[in-house]
């Protein structure tokens, strides 16, 4: 399930992190609940990597996600999105969306409070699809920067 060229870099009950073989930092969800502080250490654990690697490119894998509660989206959109923009540099993200239509559909909230942010991001179907474009991403980060 995971490819295991890429180097795992943080894992609990709520999902995992890893960097990416393409030079992005790949967050999956694991199914089912999340425990509060098990989610908010999977998603500081991803804002200290993105941090790490300085592009500010992620790929979020919900394909497998419950949908976020409206705490969850609460504090995702006023508290995380925000502190990583700004401590953690991301700037790009690609989103695989959930097989479950209520996960969609609280993405679809979070998205609609975070249209304002200094963030870039799309949402996929296919993981194909997210990686091109998030190679694309990394591709224009390299050619501005070097």
Known sequence: MFPPSNR???????????????????L???PGR???SAWHGLLQH?????MRQGQGILLVDQRRMQAFTLEEQRWLVEEWLP???VEG?????????AHD?????????VRLHAQNMQLTYR?????????????????????RYS
């Open 83 to 85: 502190l990583t923009i």
């Open 46 to 50: 991803t804002k200290h990597l993105l």
């Open 8 to 26: 795992l870099y943080f894992e609990n009950a709520a999902g995992r992190v890893e960097e990416d073989r393409g030079g992005f930092v790949r």
């Open 123 to 143: 949402y996929f179907t296919d993981e194909a699809e997210a990686i091109a474009w998030l190679r694309a991403q990394t591709q224009e980060f390299a050619f």
């Open 28 to 30: 999956t969800y694991m």
């Open 89 to 97: 540099g991301y700037r790009y993200g690609a989103i695989v969306q």
């Open 101 to 109: 239509a209520f996960a969609r559909l609280a993405m679809d909230t």
């Open 34 to 36: 999340r425990e509060a």
